[in-house]
């Protein structure tokens, strides 16, 4: 059963620039006409033409950038913006958790707030009688339900929003961005809700940045980018779709910035940041660097599981026998993650003449998340620099993984039968 | 008059919301103090002191029209001032109400129009609690106790009206022209001094010009100030004809002020 019916919904934003409004306002008294002043003069398509169906106990994700039309979609769902054009149906009792605690008033108790919150948000008086030891347990507040809102800290105020909205027992849930505020050991357990309202074959519409997130809980995701929909399919086409997009973007950025980086070395002003430059003699110069993915795909936006090719164009002035070639990576706090070159690892050189070209291939990058800056260098064996570029060519890792430090080894873990814990589900293809 | 009937129903259906955030409101505005809902009654009751104090003792008024008692004159406004109070700032907390709690009308769906009705109603509370402040000094004062105040729910429910339509209007407005608000707050200087508040229409400098007595007339505050005045202080019957007029007029205002709350209602949630 279709639960969620978006059909064709258009929305268009009115902006109303106050000066405009100013000045409508004075003539509108002239005219006598104040409904005319209410006159937007700039329009914003906030969504284009969306259309969606959402069946009874699936999870359906909306992804997209910010600005892309995600809120506006779930406030046009529950009701609070009407779209333009098209028509939303929707069957069964809607909770949204789009801001927690949204209403809550700061000189009153958690639980007088507790009760015109949970009114609000379409509860009888009596129905939050029973829920409420419920609500107040979730939320881990039995000790501050009587104390006035205004003194609860900013998680407190967001475990008791989510507990109320929640404990309305809806049939369809609407979440937007919720979780992002949440600490540690509230997070699994607002997962854990929801989880459980997937078991009882209850609808969820989800919109988050969290990407890994939507590919656990969804069935389906639908990306938008700029109010138009790119695509709805599972979870990890639609993600993997997405990303590339923002890589693509980045792609850009990095473009853009690389070239800055150079220009500024070549005039030999001293970069923002000290560790770029440039040194040496130049009796064999690097010519050009270029980043590939083993493809030969020229780009500076990376994931973790994925190799690069590191070309180096250089050219000798004369036929030189003492050389070194040699790469460095670092990270955005400045901390070597890995140095090689052509001594440590025991190349003999015996000599270089006019132009020629070195690779280095690095099967699989097995970094984290970040940006990095990579340093390419030629020198003698004693460490007299032909050519050092330092930390001028830069890239990124976007990847899902959430490990934190300076390297992603390769790992898999297992357990012996005495330990009893659950994998994580298994990412749909 | 077919939206306002299902907008009706569906504030109906809202009640008990209204009922929590009346309460809320009152609860919240003394939470800290120590006095707490004592305050309601000694806000008036200083009030009333102060004026015995300045026109008991200092200005002296002697007008036929208070009995020549420069105490009655104290009473006799704050029969009016108690009144205006509610109304002037049910409007002035209307003009801000949907800006300030504008995050709750972006993000959770119910009758918006709930919130200045809850401002119009929270004040008419404080208002009642005022009541009994009057009702002891009038006793005190006109050393009897008249029957016509039995009428007084009747006025009370004429200006209830008229302050949830003319807080309607002013609240959706000011979501569009924040300038309403800056004008509201001169419009009701003017409008306490356009009312028989701190005068009576039987003034003689009045009943000698036709045009103040026509402007007073029009005025819908001066049928209400009036029957507060009659029901209470001088004892008389409410002007039943110029009260039914007054109640028709706020009920007409009620449905214009609920019409163009609902035609701008789909801009609030963008606009405040």
């Known amino acids: ?115 015109i919150n949970g009114i609000m948000l379409g509860l009888s008086k009596k129905e939050i009688i029973k829920k409420f030891d419920d609500i107040v347990r979730f939320a881990q507040l039995e000790d501050f339900i009587d104390a006035p809102v205004k003194t609860y800290s900013s998680g407190m105020y967001m475990r008791l929003g989510f507990s109320i909205a929640i404990n309305v027992n809806p049939d369809i849930l609407l979440i937007d961005e919720v979780l992002a505020v949440g600490d540690a050991s509230f997070v699994p357990k607002c997962l854990d809700r929801i989880d459980d309202f997937r078991r009882r074959k209850k609808t969820i519409l989800f919109v988050s940045h969290d990407l890994a997130t939507v590919e656990k809980i969804c069935d389906r995701v639908l990306w938008l980018k700029e109010g138009r929909m790119q695509m709805i399919a599972e979870p990890k086409r639609a993600i993997d779709a997405y990303l590339q997009d923002i890589a693509e973007m980045q792609e850009e950025d990095f473009e853009y910035r690389q070239k800055a980086i150079e220009n500024a070395v070549e005039k030999e002003e001293e970069g923002e940041d000290r560790r770029q430059g440039r040194w040496g003699k130049k009796e064999i110069e690097i010519t050009k660097v270029r980043m590939k993915n083993l493809e030969g795909k020229e780009k500076h936006v990376f994931s973790p599981d994925e190799g690069m090719d590191i070309e180096i164009d250089v050219v000798a002035k004369s036929r030189i026998k003492d050389f070194v070639f040699g790469i460095g990576i670092f990270n955005s706090q400045g901390i070597s993650c890995y140095g090689t070159n052509t001594n440590s690892e025991e190349f003999k050189p015996l000599f270089i003449e006019g132009k020629g070209k070195i690779v280095c291939r690095l099967e699989k990058l097995n970094l984290i998340n970040g940006t990095y800056y990579l340093d390419v260098a030629i020198h003698k064996i004693d460490g007299y620099p032909y050519d050092y570029h330092s930390n001028m060519y830069t890239f990124m890792i976007s990847s899902l993984y959430k490990d934190v430090g300076v390297f992603r080894p390769e790992h898999s873990w297992s357990f012996s039968p005495a330990i009893k814990i659950k994998p994580a589900p298994p990412k749909k293809e | 008059m077919f939206h306002l009937f299902k907008n009706l129903k569906n504030v109906y259906k809202y009640r008990v919301l209204i009922q929590n955030l009346v309460s809320r409101e009152l609860k919240a505005r003394y939470r800290g103090t120590i006095l707490g809902f004592l305050w309601s009654f000694f806000n008036p009751l200083l009030l009333m002191i102060v004026y015995t104090i300045v026109f008991g003792l200092i200005i002296r008024p002697r007008d036929p029209a208070f009995g020549g008692s420069p105490l009655m004159y104290a009473l006799y406004l704050f029969c009016g001032v108690l009144p205006w109070t509610w109304f002037s700032s049910s409007s002035l907390e209307s003009a801000n109400v949907l800006m300030v709690q504008g995050n709750l009308i972006k993000k959770i769906l119910f009758p ?23 009702f002891l000094f009038a006793m005190i004062m006109l050393k009897k106790f008249t029957v016509y105040i039995l009428f007084l729910p009747l006025v009370i429910l004429v200006q209830f009206v008229f302050s949830l339509g003319f807080a309607l209007i002013v609240s959706s407005l000011t979501v569009h022209f924040r300038d309403v608000k800056d004008i509201l707050a001169n419009l009701l200087t003017f409008w306490f001094f356009a009312s028989p508040i701190i005068y009576t229409v039987k003034f003689e400098s009045i009943q000698k010009h036709k045009w103040l007595q026509v402007m007073l007339d029009i005025n819908p505050m001066t049928h209400i100030m009036q029957g507060y005045q009659n029901c209470v202080f001088f004892g008389e019957m409410i002007r039943w004809r110029r009260l039914g007029v007054t109640l028709l007029v706020s009920l007409v205002l009620f449905v214009i002020g609920y019409a163009i709350f609902d035609k701008l209602r789909d801009s609030f949630p963008e606009e405040v």
Not at chain 1, 61 to 85: D, F, Q, R, Y
């Open chain 2, 112 to 134: 918006v129009e709930i919130l200045p009705i809850v401002v119009v109603t929270s004040n008419f509370v404080h208002f009642v609690f005022g009541l009994p402040i009057l």
């Open chain 1, 1 to 115: 059963m279709v639960v969620i019916d978006v059909d064709n919904v258009t929305r268009i934003y009115q902006k109303y620039s106050t000066r405009h409004r100013f000045k409508t306002f004075k003539s509108s008294f002239v005219k006598g006409d104040l409904f005319k002043a209410i006159k937007p003069d700039e329009l914003v398509t906030a969504l284009d033409k969306v259309n969606f169906q959402v069946h009874e106990g699936t999870a359906f994700g909306v992804i997209g950038e910010n600005g892309s039309g995600k809120s506006t979609l779930l406030k046009i769902i529950t009701g609070i913006a009407k779209p333009t054009s098209g028509k939303v149906s929707v069957q069964g009792k809607v909770s949204a958790l789009i801001e927690l605690g949204a209403g809550f008033h700061p000189e009153i108790s958690g639980r007088e707030n507790v009760f």
